[in-house]
């Protein structure tokens, strides 16, 4: 995508200034919110961020002023929590874990027996964290994008409380969570690439939700769309304004890499599931 010039105020990312208006932070912002860790009791469990350690959830906090982390999250967090949430506001939501935990990554040290080198000085990737720096913009009105939401969003609904499931994965920027009863699968950057122009993603998607399905179903099925963005390569018509973002055509896409059972396989280990071979891939 390049770089992105814009009219948001540039300010450092530090741990003295709020991570969405840059004014001094006077409160932290729980990445995964309280009402979410009391639910599951996460508060002392371990989740595995980039650098392959282990943090506690409760450490997962970024500085934020009150007025953001109060009003602005407040109430995007109370639409996610009693499952009030559209596409738009899942995807503002998703934008906040996935820009929140590669900001963490900017603070965390790569390794930390060799001190020195933060996380993000190792994956830097064309700059993604200012490009979704921007897309969290999207939730002051500062910044705006088309189409809205500009990342594909997937929900999923349980009769039962499912247990709580975490994955982030950076290379497709996406987020996989299971708040219970509702689970979402965001692709944050796609310009809505996988709901709308993925070629048998939004068929299975289609499938899976017209009948009973299971957790282990929508774990495959996020599996599939992981394993095709390994496949393809793609790029998105944009015009960039400086005030906002939008895709002016469909993405271009081109597959780069052959079917690689082995990687699929290695993708579905990763998320705990076993594939059975029924030649379900393409
Ligand atoms: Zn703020």
């Given at each position: 995508m390049g770089g992105i010039k814009s009219e948001l105020i540039e300010f450092d990312l530090t741990?003295?200034?709020?991570?969405?208006?840059?004014?001094?932070?006077?409160?932290?912002?729980?990445?995964?919110?309280?009402?979410?860790?009391n639910k599951f009791n996460l508060?002392?469990?371990?989740?595995?961020?980039?650098?392959?350690?282990n943090v506690k959830y409760r450490q997962l906090i970024i500085p934020a002023c009150k007025k953001c982390n109060n009003v602005t999250y407040g109430q995007l967090e109370q639409k996610i929590k009693s499952n009030k949430a559209d596409e738009k506001d899942i995807w503002r939501w998703a934008n906040k874990l996935h820009f929140g935990l590669r900001l963490k990554d900017t603070f965390l040290?790569?390794?930390r027996k060799n001190p020195g080198k933060k996380i993000s000085d190792i994956y830097e990737l064309n700059d993604a964290l200012e490009q979704s720096r921007h897309y969290l913009h999207c939730i002051t009105g500062e910044f705006s994008c088309y189409p809205d939401p500009f990342g594909s969003v997937f929900k999923f609904e349980f009769e039962e409380e499912q247990?709580?499931?975490?994955?982030?994965?950076?290379?497709?920027?996406?987020?996989?969570?299971?708040l219970g009863k509702v689970l979402y699968i965001v692709f944050v950057t796609d310009g809505q690439l996988m709901k709308k122009e993925a070629s048998g993603i939004i068929e299975d998607y289609n499938s899976i939700i017209s009948k009973d399905y299971k957790i282990q179903d929508v774990l495959f099925f996020y599996a599939k769309c992981v394993y095709y963005l390994?496949?393809?390569?793609?790029s998105n018509p944009i015009v960039f304004s400086g005030k906002g973002i939008?895709?002016?055509?469909?993405?271009?896409?081109?597959?780069?890499?052959p079917l690689d059972k082995e990687m699929f396989n290695a993708i579905c280990e990763r998320f705990g599931i076993t594939w059975i071979d029924e030649s379900t891939l393409k």
């Open positions: 741990k003295e200034n709020c991570f969405v208006c840059g004014k001094p932070a006077d409160t932290v912002e729980h990445l995964f919110p309280k009402w979410l860790q508060w002392d469990q371990d989740i595995t961020v980039s650098n392959q350690t040290e790569a390794d247990s709580f499931n975490f994955i982030h994965i950076l290379q497709s920027s996406s987020i996989y969570i299971c390994e496949q393809h390569k793609y939008a895709k002016i055509g469909s993405s271009t896409l081109r597959k780069t890499k």
